[in-house]
């Protein structure tokens, strides 16, 4: 099984600034990852596959980055509504399909 | 959209059914799955059916008490869980995929299984 691992557990950042989020595989997985957007008593939402490819209708701020073990979402300008919980998947080695833990992100 | 339901509060040992019905899409095409997540956790991969229903998998923590299925022609997707034990309290949710290397590219919004007596 893979394990993802992700950090930082929490993140604090002030409106308008940049928020780096990291993901780990504990091993290679061909750049199919990808990141999840869930806020509370909402469905999660697809924001990033294939390690850098933004799913539909997301905006240009999210980028995601990485290859082979280490993966990264950026949020280039945070917006109130990109406050949330991002949580990363591997989709290469299945069964089982794995995810992290994931990272919150809050208002700084 | 997918939205799920069935979930409720159940005795351990005992039994429920999860439904997910997809609308705005043709369900019969896409591979589904159902994702748990329990409080404080991280979400759980829980089983997946191809579109076909041919082809189904299941974590080990549920092997041999769940089951799931589909009624392509209903757009519906089933989870039947027996068996329930505490450690399955759970927001479950349903997601679909276009095949099983590709992201779950939509979720419904969960039902809630609580398992306790």
């Known amino acids: 099984e893979v394990v993802m691992s992700q950090s930082p557990a929490t993140l604090s950042v002030s409106p308008g600034e940049r928020a780096t989020l990291s993901c780990r595989a504990s091993q290679s997985v061909n750049n199919r990852v990808a990141w999840y957007q869930q806020k509370p008593g909402q469905a999660p939402r697809l924001v990033i596959y294939g390690a850098s490819t933004r799913a539909a209708g997301i905006p240009a701020r999210f980028s995601g980055s990485g290859s082979g073990t280490e993966f990264s979402l950026t949020i280039s300008s945070l917006q109130s509504e990109d406050f949330a919980l991002y949580f990363c998947?591997?989709?290469?080695?299945?069964?089982?399909?794995?995810f992290g833990q994931g990272t919150k992100v809050e208002i700084k | 959209q997918l939205v799920e339901s069935g979930g409720a509060l159940v005795q351990p040992g005992g039994s429920l059914r999860l439904s997910c019905v997809g609308s705005g899409f043709t369900l019969s095409t896409y591979d589904m799955n159902w994702v748990r997540q329990a409080p404080g956790k991280e979400m759980e991969w829980v089983s997946y059916?191809?579109?076909?229903?041919?082809?189904?998998y299941y974590a080990d923590s549920v092997k041999g008490r769940f089951t799931i299925s589909r009624d392509n022609a209903k757009s519906s997707l089933y989870l039947q869980m027996n068996s329930l034990r505490a450690e399955d309290t759970a927001i479950y949710y349903c997601a679909k995929a276009y095949l099983a290397d590709r992201p779950f590219d939509l979720w419904g919004q969960g039902t809630l299984v609580t398992v306790s007596s």
């Open positions: 998947q591997q989709y290469n080695y299945w069964p089982p399909w794995t």
């Open positions: 059916i191809s579109s076909s229903g041919a082809g189904i």
